[in-house]
C-alpha cells in the first residue's frame, strides 16, 4: 500500500486557499477601514449607530437636527406705569360710518404703521389727519377685497399677519395673557391690540348695536389702560378699568373662537 502523505497535502491547500481568498481579506479590511471614517466624519451617522447600539434607548432614532442659536429677549422690568405716543384717528373719520362700519381694523393698523415709522405727530397734532386716514382705509378695505373676497372681522392673529402681508411687518401673538403680560409689553415699547366686544366696553359713546372691535392699548396705570380707541372719536387716550377690559375681551370669545389673546407688531 502506497504511503500517504498528508502533512504535504494540508500545506498545499492551505496555500491554494490563501491564493483564492486573500482579495477576500484585502477587501474586508478595505470596508472596515472606510466603515470607520464614515463613522468618525458624519455627526449624523455616528448619532444613528450610537443611538442604535444603546441599550436603554427609548425613542425611535429620526434624523438629528442641530439647531440654531438664537439670541435671547433681554428681560423686561414692567414699570409701575407707562405711556407710549402713538397717533390716532377714529374708524370713521369723517363720520361716514356707512363706509367704515367695520374699519377698526384698518385704524389699528394705520396707527401702528406711523408709530413704527417714527410720526406720532401731524403739524403739531396727535390726530392723523382725516383725508389720509380716510383714503388709506379704503386701500386697505380693496386690497382685503381682493386678497380675501371680502373685508372680513379679524382676530388678533389674523391682523398680525395682514400687517405682515400688507406693509412687510413682523407679529407676535399673546394667548391667555393677563395685565401683567400687557404691562411688560409696553414697558418694551409695543402697543397692543386686544379684540373686544364693544358694549362690553361700558363706554358710553357707543351706540346701541354691540359689534366686534380691535382695540389698541398704548398705556397703563395701576387702575388700568390707556387707550387709543378707534371706534369713537373720543377715543383718544380712553381710559378702561382691568376689570372692564377684561370682560370686553371675554365677550368676543362666543363669536370669534379666540380667548384672551393680544398681538403685538415690528418692523
Wanted: with cysteine; charged share 25%.
Amino acid at each position: 500500500m502506497e504511503e500517504k502523505k498528508p502533512q504535504f497535502i494540508k500545506k498545499r491547500h492551505i496555500k491554494r486557499l490563501w491564493r483564492k481568498s486573500r482579495l477576500l481579506v484585502i477587501a474586508a479590511v478595505f470596508i472596515i477601514v472606510l466603515t470607520g471614517g464614515i463613522y468618525k466624519g458624519y455627526p449624523k451617522y455616528r448619532d444613528y449607530v450610537d443611538s442604535k447600539n444603546r441599550k436603554d434607548s427609548a425613542y425611535e432614532v429620526q434624523e438629528i437636527v442641530r439647531p440654531e442659536t438664537k439670541p435671547t429677549e433681554t428681560p423686561v422690568k414692567i414699570k409701575e406705569s407707562a405711556l407710549i405716543e402713538v397717533p390716532y384717528t377714529v374708524q370713521a373719520p369723517y363720520a361716514n360710518w356707512n363706509i367704515h362700519e367695520e374699519s377698526c381694523e384698518e385704524a389699528a393698523s394705520l396707527m401702528y404703521y406711523y408709530f413704527l415709522n417714527g410720526q406720532t405727530t401731524f403739524n403739531g397734532s396727535t390726530i392723523i389727519p382725516l383725508a389720509t386716514a380716510d383714503a388709506e382705509f379704503i386701500k386697505m378695505k380693496n386690497w382685503q377685497v381682493a386678497r380675501y373676497g371680502k373685508e372680513p372681522d379679524l382676530s388678533t392673529e389674523a391682523w398680525g399677519k395682514f400687517m405682515t402681508d400688507y406693509y412687510g411687518f413682523k407679529y407676535k401673538n399673546f394667548k391667555n395673557i393677563t395685565a401683567e403680560d400687557i404691562k411688560r409689553e409696553i414697558s418694551a415699547g409695543h402697543p397692543v391690540v386686544v379684540p373686544v366686544i364693544t358694549h362690553g366696553l361700558q363706554n358710553p359713546h357707543y351706540g346701541r348695536q354691540p359689534s366686534y372691535h380691535l382695540l389698541l392699548i398704548k398705556g397703563y396705570k395701576p387702575e388700568g389702560v390707556i387707550t387709543n380707541d378707534a371706534g369713537v372719536k373720543e377715543g383718544e387716550n380712553y381710559f378702561y378699568t382691568w376689570d372692564i377690559l377684561f370682560k370686553a375681551i371675554d365677550a368676543q370669545t362666543p363669536q370669534m373662537k379666540q380667548g384672551r389673546e393680544m398681538t403685538i407688531v415690528t418692523k
